[in-house]
T-cell receptor, first 111, second 111 residues
């Protein structure tokens, strides 16, 4: 089945650690996105990529990094510089003007 | 000013009534407009998209777009308790693949 797979579903991070969230899509979409959602809030754009080997910062990129070495993959690293990383992280992909398709999300908690 | 603005709600309507959800956007170059539904703890799912001024109907849902007023709305007819969720408005900006979400409106449909 075509779709977007995020892993893991739940992730726990100790203070000072870097962690990487995986996002893989087999929809052959050019554009991919990472959003952060805090409880009761909307989605805030962290990074987006329109094509392989290219990505741009969104509104809240500080403390995060991404790579886009393959069309199918857009991993997000939450670095120790992100002081409040506990949130629900959503990855999405889209092609042209069509809608964005979402993965099931990763819930990150700092312990 | 936020790119996309929505009233956070909650909006409460009785079962069978019409629910009206509203969204405004700031970028006149915005080209594509989407309504997503999100249940608690889940990823957003697409309800409707609209590209042209006017109304677009799909079953119990009608999206309305007024580009001159930079306003997009979603009407839900014959509201059901299963429609209770947060509704997110999303906008694709101009010729870029930036895809912005509002903070969402929480809808409660009371039996």
């Amino acid at each position: 089945d075509g779709g977007i797979t995020q892993s893991p579903k739940y992730l726990f991070r100790k203070e000072g650690q870097n962690v990487t969230l995986s996002c893989e899509q087999n929809l052959n979409h050019d554009a991919m996105y990472w959003y952060r959602q805090d409880p009761g809030q909307g989605l805030r754009l962290i990074y987006y990529s329109q094509i392989v080997n290219d990505f741009q910062k969104g509104d809240i990129a500080e403390g995060y990094s991404v790579s886009r070495e393959k069309k199918e993959s857009f991993p997000l690293t939450v670095t120790s510089a992100q002081k409040n990383p506990t949130a629900f992280y959503l990855c999405a992909s889209k092609q042209g003007p069509t809608e964005a398709f979402f993965g099931q999300g990763t819930r990150l908690t700092v312990v | 000013q936020k790119e996309v603005e929505q009233n956070s709600g909650p909006l409460s309507v009785p079962e069978g009534a019409i629910a009206s959800l509203n969204c405004t956007y700031s970028d006149r170059g915005s080209q594509s407009f989407f309504w997503y539904r999100q249940y608690s703890g889940k990823s957003p799912e697409l309800i409707m998209f609209i590209y042209s001024n006017g109304d677009k109907e799909d079953g119990r849902f009608t999206a309305q777009l007024n580009k001159a007023s930079q306003y997009v709305s979603l009407l839900i007819r014959d509201s059901q308790p299963s429609d209770s969720a947060t509704y997110l408005c999303a906008v694709r900006l101009g010729n870029f693949n930036k895809f912005y979400f509002g903070s969402g409106t929480k809808l409660n449909v009371k039996p």
